[in-house]
T-cell receptor, first 116, second 116 residues
């Protein structure tokens, strides 16, 4: 049973380009979370999705950022018109259920985005 | 809203010495507490968690943490560290966000450096 898979592991984009980050949750998991880790900072929650639904996007910047988790395929975090401040490590986590309490989330190895 | 404070950003310690990584949290609701470990250029791995029951929880590699409700703390300890314990450690709290989901809120991390 493969863990949470993120790709690419490293992504370099020029300012103004688009970045697409992919996350395949663990088999059987239907809940996906995206977190951003800035240098010298902890992880900050961005968005929580279930299949075809955004449940909580309270941590998502209002502009340029979007996320989806389609019925088929991986979850995508999309950043349009990237700026240098978007450079960070982006982590995806998945869980089996969050109906009552988030007891455990499994994290991917992250995508390290560098904007030049 | 909940928050997590890790009081030490860096902790150097000699091999085979004991170590304590401190974590305090604030929350107005019941919480569940976690410690994650991140090795260089890797994702986060769950080290241990407190959900309920015994306030002392242990990991398979010798770490333990004690939930202290009155002091709102969840400090991580190990009686004798190894070189391989060098990593960054994140304390996290899971609580209901009020936006329809439970979320993990992370501290800023503590970098443990084990000196030979």
């Amino acid at each position: 049973n493969a863990g949470v898979m993120q790709n690419p592991r490293h992504l370099v984009r020029r300012r103004g380009q688009e970045a697409r980050l992919r996350c395949s949750p663990m088999k059987g998991h239907s809940h996906v979370y995206w977190y951003r880790q800035l240098p010298e900072e902890g992880l900050k929650f961005m968005v929580y999705l279930q299949k075809e639904n955004i449940i909580d996007e309270s941590g998502m910047p209002k502009e340029r950022f979007s996320a989806e988790f389609p019925k088929e395929g991986p979850s995508i975090l999309r950043i349009q018109q990237v700026v240098r401040g978007d450079s960070a490590a982006y982590f995806c986590a998945s869980s089996l259920s969050t109906g009552q309490v988030l007891t455990e989330a499994f994290f991917g190895q992250g995508t390290r985005l560098t904007v030049v | 809203a909940q928050s997590v404070t890790q009081l030490d950003s860096q902790v150097p310690v000699f091999e085979e010495a004991p170590v304590e990584l401190r974590c305090n949290y604030s929350s107005s609701v019941s919480v569940y507490l976690f410690w994650y470990v991140q090795y260089p250029n890797q994702g986060l791995q769950l080290l241990l968690k407190y959900l309920s029951g015994s306030t002392l929880v242990e990991s398979i590699n010798g770490f333990e943490a004690e939930f202290n409700k009155s002091q709102t703390s969840f400090h991580l300890r190990k009686p004798s560290v190894h070189i391989s314990d060098t990593a960054e450690y994140f304390c996290a709290v899971s609580a209901y966000s009020g936006a329809g989901s439970y979320q993990l809120t992370f501290g800023k991390g503590t970098k443990l450096s084990v000196i030979p």
